[in-house]
């Protein structure tokens, strides 16, 4: 995983509420276990003019034009400015394969899913919950039309707003340790080898 400490992008808007894991990624793309290319088939139903049946026929598949992932503004953007109840339905956590593989490195939403939450921080995707005041704010900042750009501070826990305020959200310790030394929950616990092996050691 990669670590994560301070991250500025352009926002990508996607405000529509009670988006569900089917629509971040169809159960159909469900079978692979392979998380490469599955950036291609984020959001695949709303993102393609032709129904794509698999991975490959992505690549030939005709683009809305008036999709947001699809807007040659956004390319190479990695916040994602979703709607309430972001990530909901099953379990799947192709969801945040998908996101991370299309680019993006944190969501902010006034809610998220539990379980979508987790599986997010698992993968090296931030989900940033904010309060209504502020996510209206950041909603007619990118309906505008113009490039939003803010900074994601996760050490002091904060966004750096396009007007120079910082607003703090919340992420449990544990989480935000993994990210920012950019290891799984596995990895975490192999960085004590040494210690448990020692441990071991001495109880025999």
């Known amino acids: 995983m990669r670590k994560y400490t301070t991250l500025a992008s352009r926002i990508v808007p996607l405000v529509v509420d009670n988006v569900d894991t089917d629509q971040i990624i169809p159960a159909r793309f469900l079978k692979t276990t392979d998380k490469a290319g599955l950036g291609a088939i984020l959001f695949c139903d709303w993102r393609y003019e032709d129904e794509v049946p698999n991975l490959e026929a992505a690549g030939r598949a005709k683009a809305k034009a008036d999709f947001v992932l699809n807007d040659p503004r956004y390319e190479g953007a ?73 900074i994601i501070d996760l050490p002091s826990q904060s966004i750096h707003m396009p007007d120079g305020r910082s607003v703090e959200f919340s992420i449990d310790a544990f989480s935000k340790r993994c990210l920012i030394d950019g290891v799984d929950q596995l990895g975490y616990l192999l960085s004590f080898a040494d210690q448990i092996a020692q441990y071991e050691e001495g109880v025999r």
Request: hydrophobic letters at 45%; aromatic letters at 8%.
């Open 78 to 150: 990695q916040v994602l400015l979703a709607g309430d109840n972001f990530g909901c339905g099953s379990s799947r956590e192709h969801a945040p394969w998908a996101l991370v593989g299309w680019g993006f490195r944190a969501i902010i939403s006034t809610s998220f899913a539990d379980i979508f939450r987790g599986n997010a921080l698992k993968n090296s995707l931030l989900p940033v919950e904010i309060d209504r005041a502020i996510h209206s704010e950041l909603v007619q900042l990118t309906s505008a039309g113009e490039g939003v750009t803010l």
